[in-house]
């Protein structure tokens, strides 16, 4: 049965409702055809994204793909090559044009409708993969993966919170990273990063930007709000986070992980847009005596563009006090528009990573002194700024 | 010449299996188990002293045995079994002191095990990833188990100060799992229904009760003096757990399930106290590098392997001990 299913993957004419040669060739349907579609056609399209909810699904899946099935249905070679669905057969063809126009689709149709949709959101070797996908599902319902000492999930963050995150990245903010050769492949090292954006949106694609072109995972240090925060603190967790306190940031160092800090904390990212690109105080330094104890580099990270996202023209400080949250954001957009408002600026984003400082030259006492941490602490803060101000002046506009 | 071992709380399933262990230990000579009530199961080859350590005839027992290892195992981590806040307090703090003035008396004693917990570290927000014995908690606990706990450990402490020349061992144990283990942890799990606090998911550290028996004997024959958390290797989510368990859980905010605790211990359904809510709100870990370099212990069930071996008593019994609380 599959052979047969699969050879008439192309032929369905899906909007038809079974009829060959009612396309017009316009990119949408004449209404007739429209009306004779039957409405249960959408489950067909839709079921297999269902499954597999962080899928990226092809640009225009389901409806686009409609009119040009149509075409199909009277010229024999199909697009075989893009579904993957396998030869197109006549009989198929004429099998479904003899079928009743409403809701007389054959079952065999329906599988192979749910076979080629299969193929196309999951690619060629569909079978395979969506075997791997029951198999997480599996695996994620009988609770049988590993967490790490830190609530780390590795499997869920790379085929999940990865995943979902991607599209946002590549497509909404068209990420550019530099400097990724100073990412060092193993051992421990501790990147310092500037905040911005209102939302914590910048650390979540720096660590996107580390997994996708470094092959490592940013262990991000988060603040305690973090992980008061409902949901918050969970994902947080499971996505590889830790609370930034000497202890946890000594231990991750030198279990060789790659540690990311944020020491603006809520003064970075919820200054207002009038200052943006200032640097705020670097915290206590308390970074830079994690990274002198334990002797791994500090890797300084400017990221340009997440700024923009939202830019905060206000805050209600006595709400935020009642909530107890550093700030309530008051952009152009966000509680105006409602929901809409939360949608980030699409700025292009570029994050260079600087030149390693070297920590392994200092004895771990020296961790402290206080000057020489400042100093250290200092050397950072500058090279982010100028960094800064250099991608500032390098790039075009802040959407191009 | 075998050691003498003083072995309190002896009435409880753990203590009266831990006596019996020690008993059958080629090392000890002869085991004491002191209570106020008789232990209900087979002691074997232990003798049973009745005596209340909240009062000073147990400086008597300590002398007229010859003790010179004393295990304090009687501290209660719920009030259902003793009758009620007060009384709890009184058994295990009371009872600690006196057992402790005791010991300073007592010209036999040189070793003095003392099972305490990892409660003590406490659970909040600002907690680290995993806690060492040279942390304390990030607020101090201001009741239940953790503050007598809490409070025990200090007069431990003082207690080793003005005796140096005994060794004191005090054993931070993860929260016990196994089969036989009825504790407020246990009795959660086995509730039909798990209820979760909405949006968190706390980790989770199990030490094995086999291993439980094994570190205090360790400790006892050993005499390594220092605080060692004990705790089975690698970490468990709450969601992961329950999945394992295979039981359904229902989330709810904190509130909520912090009500509901309160009802289910008034009708005496499980001893949810608000500490308990907190470890299963923020979680802990308890770093386990001591127990192997200096103690020189190696727990034989990971916390995987410990709660896989909670479940299969679960689904071979499965509404076994659920009234039990």
């Known amino acids: 049965m599959p052979e047969e299913a699969r050879g008439e993957a192309v032929v369905i004419p899906i909007g038809t409702g079974g009829r060959p040669g009612r396309g017009t060739g316009k990119a949408r349907p004449s209404s007739a055809a429209r009306n004779l579609a039957p409405a249960a056609q959408k489950p067909a399209a839709k079921k297999p994204p269902a499954k597999k909810p962080a899928a990226r699904r092809p640009t225009g899946g389901g409806p686009a793909t409609e009119p040009r099935a149509e075409k199909v249905a009277d010229a024999p070679p199909p697009r075989v090559g893009a579904s993957g669905g396998g030869p197109a057969t006549e009989s198929g063809a004429e099998k479904v044009a003899h079928a009743p126009p409403m809701g007389g689709i054959p079952v065999s149709d329906w599988l192979a409708a749910a076979q080629g949709a299969a193929a196309e959101v999951f690619g060629d070797d569909w079978e395979r993969r969506l075997a791997e996908l029951m198999a997480f599902m599996r695996r994620r319902l009988e609770g049988d993966y590993e967490v790490d000492d830190y609530g780390f999930d590795r499997e869920l963050t790379e085929r999940f919170f990865m995943a979902a995150l991607r599209p946002v990245a590549e497509k909404w903010f068209r990420l550019e990273v530099r400097g990724l050769e100073n990412i060092p492949a193993e051992g421990g090292a501790l990147v310092v990063s500037n905040h911005s954006g209102t939302v914590p949106l910048d650390g979540l694609m720096t660590m996107l930007a580390v997994h996708d072109h470094a092959h490592r995972f940013l262990r991000p240090l988060g603040a305690d709000l973090v992980f008061k925060m409902p949901v918050v603190s969970s994902l947080a967790r499971k996505s590889g986070a830790t609370l930034a306190c000497t202890e946890d940031a000594e231990r991750m160092l030198s279990g060789g992980e790659l540690v990311g800090v944020w020491p603006e904390g809520f003064k970075g990212i919820g200054k207002p847009f009038s200052e943006r690109y200032k640097l705020q105080r670097f915290g206590r330094g308390g970074f830079v005596s994690a990274a002198l104890r334990t002797g791994v580099p500090i890797i300084p990270l400017s990221v340009v563009g997440a700024e923009e996202i939202y830019p905060l023209v206000g805050n209600v400080p006595s709400l935020a006090r009642l909530l107890g949250v550093p700030y309530i954001p008051i952009t152009p957009f966000f509680p105006w528009l409602g929901p809409l408002g939360m949608v980030p600026l699409p700025s292009k984003w570029i994050l260079e990573f600087g030149e390693p400082i070297r920590t392994d030259a200092y004895d771990a006492s020296e961790a402290e002194d206080p000057m020489l941490v400042f100093n250290v602490t200092d050397q950072v803060r500058e090279t982010i700024q100028h960094t800064l101000f250099d991608l500032l002046r390098e790039r075009d506009g802040v959407f191009s | ?325």
């Open chain 2, 1 to 325: 010449m075998g050691r003498v071992v003083l072995v309190t709380g002896i009435s409880r399933d753990i203590g009266r299996r831990f006596a019996r262990a020690a008993a059958g230990d080629p090392s000890i000579e002869r085991v004491i188990g002191v209570d106020v009530v008789p232990p209900r199961g087979d002691i074997g080859d232990v003798s049973f002293v009745r005596a209340d350590i909240r009062n000073p005839v147990i400086a008597k027992v300590l002398a007229k045995e010859d003790v010179d290892t004393v295990v304090h195992m009687s501290v209660i981590a719920t009030p259902g079994s003793a009758g009620g806040r007060g009384t709890m307090k009184e058994l295990n703090v009371i009872g600690s002191m006196q057992l402790l003035a005791a010991c300073q008396k007592s010209t036999t004693v040189d070793r003095l095990v003392v099972k305490s917990t990892t409660t003590v570290y406490g659970s909040s927000p600002r907690d680290p990833a995993m806690f060492t014995e040279d942390m304390g908690p990030k607020r101090l606990p201001s009741s239940g188990y953790a503050k007598d706990v809490y409070e025990i450990e200090g007069y431990v402490r003082g207690f080793a100060r003005r005796r140096p020349d005994v060794d004191v061992t005090m054993i931070r144990a993860a929260n016990v799992i196994g089969p036989h283990v009825s504790s407020p942890l246990t009795n959660y799990f086995r509730l039909p229904v798990v209820p979760r606090v909405l949006g968190f998911d706390p980790r989770l550290q199990f030490l094995h009760e086999d291993d439980l028996l094994r570190v205090l004997r360790h400790a006892a024959v050993t005499g390594i003096p220092g605080t060692f958390n004990v705790a089975g290797d690698g970490l468990l989510t709450l969601s992961q757990a329950v999945r394992r368990l295979g039981k359904p859980s229902i989330a709810m905010p904190r509130f909520a399930v912090g009500r509901l605790g309160a009802t289910m211990r008034q009708a005496r359904l499980s001893d949810f106290s608000p500490e308990q809510l907190g470890f299963l709100t923020y979680g802990r870990g308890v770093d386990t590098t001591r127990m192997r370099t200096q103690l020189g212990f190696e727990p034989a069930y990971s916390t995987a392997e410990a709660f896989a071996d909670f479940c299969r008593e679960m689904t071979s019994a499965p509404l076994e001990g659920v009234g039990r609380a």
